[in-house]
């Protein structure tokens, strides 16, 4: 596939910047009124094409892997982000979720990031799931499920630990992956079905924390009414949610529209499902406009070729 990492993180930031201005804002009421494009100020009083804590941590972890795999890299850029508006969109932070503000004060403290997430059941907001999709290029072509699953869980767990939200972040990297590899969606969907039953079984994890997972990997997301799909910062609604919008579209925009119109955590999950249609879609399938008007595209274009170039290049 052909520019896939530009399609996939362009995919993320445009849709995290589609809901940025209505992030908290009820699915009723995006009904009357449903976002069609680029709004400005509005939630976060943020300019037009602005993109938040989700692009900031996805374009972190990219910028790393461009230099090949280090964890506690990864954890310093993004005590980069909170404390010196490293890959903000206009220098300074202005969202962060309370999962990712704790775990970062640890690695400011001088924690490893291999300790420094919430391990709690508690702690399974859909922080880490938001930021994880640069890891689908890094590891494409790794073929040892169990170092694949490591690699997921150690940056998911650089903020959240916990075995919910890492199984999550397992599922979309799995998902994208097949993507990437240029499988049809509903293959696609099939394959990480049976792989992540087939791995959950294969390491005996708990089958009460499985079971969460069986709208996902026993029945097909795509199939349920729009009023079953929640759209909250919860990580397993998020995936749900992105997966669902994804499963029903034909382009691009319709799924990160579709997405960004269900409310509430509008942001994260247009990054998500931006994320898997722009890699599926391609960045052509991306309304112009909103690639103009995105904030920093130059920037993102860079660390998008470097990563290409590394992971890509014949």
């Not at 529209?257 to 599926?280: F, P, R, S």
Request: some cysteine; overall charge negative.
């Amino acid at each position: 596939m052909e520019n896939v990492v530009k399609s996939g993180i362009f995919g993320v930031c445009v849709g995290d910047a589609l809901g940025v201005p209505v992030e908290f804002k009820k699915r009723e009421d995006l009904k009357k009124s449903p976002v069609k494009g680029y709004l400005e100020y509005m939630s976060w009083n943020q300019p037009k094409g602005t993109w938040s804590d989700d692009s900031s941590l996805t374009l972190c972890l990219a910028e790393e892997l461009t230099k090949g795999y280090d964890l506690e890299k990864i954890g310093h850029s993004f005590v980069k982000w909170n404390k010196y508006g490293h890959w903000t969109a206009h220098g300074k932070l202005f969202d962060i979720g309370g999962t990712t503000r704790y775990s970062i004060a640890r690695l400011i403290k001088g924690e490893s990031a291999k300790f420094s997430g919430n391990i709690f059941e508690e702690d399974n907001g859909n922080g880490s799931l938001m930021r994880i999709l640069p890891l689908a290029f890094y590891l494409e072509k790794q073929e040892d499920i169990d170092m694949l699953y490591k690699t997921i869980k150690e940056v998911s767990a650089i903020t959240h630990g916990h075995f919910r939200s890492v199984f999550a972040c397992f599922i979309y990297i799995v998902f994208a992956i097949q993507l990437i590899k240029g499988k049809r969606k509903e293959e696609a969907y099939e394959f990480m079905q049976k792989r992540s039953l087939k791995y959950a079984e294969i390491k005996g994890f708990n089958p009460n924390e499985i079971k969460l997972f069986d709208r996902l990997l026993k029945n097909d997301i795509w199939k349920y009414t729009e009023d079953e799909i929640k759209s909250g910062g919860y990580v397993l609604h998020s995936l749900e949610a992105s997966l669902w919008c994804f499963m029903n579209s034909e382009s691009y925009s319709e799924a990160v529209l579709k997405a960004v119109n269900l409310g509430e955590d509008t942001d994260t999950t247009g990054a998500i499902t931006g994320g898997i249609a722009g890699i599926y879609y391609g960045f052509e399938n991306i309304p112009e406009d909103w690639i103009s008007e995105l904030v920093r595209k130059e920037d993102i274009e860079k660390i998008c070729e470097k990563l290409e170039t590394k992971y890509f290049s014949k």
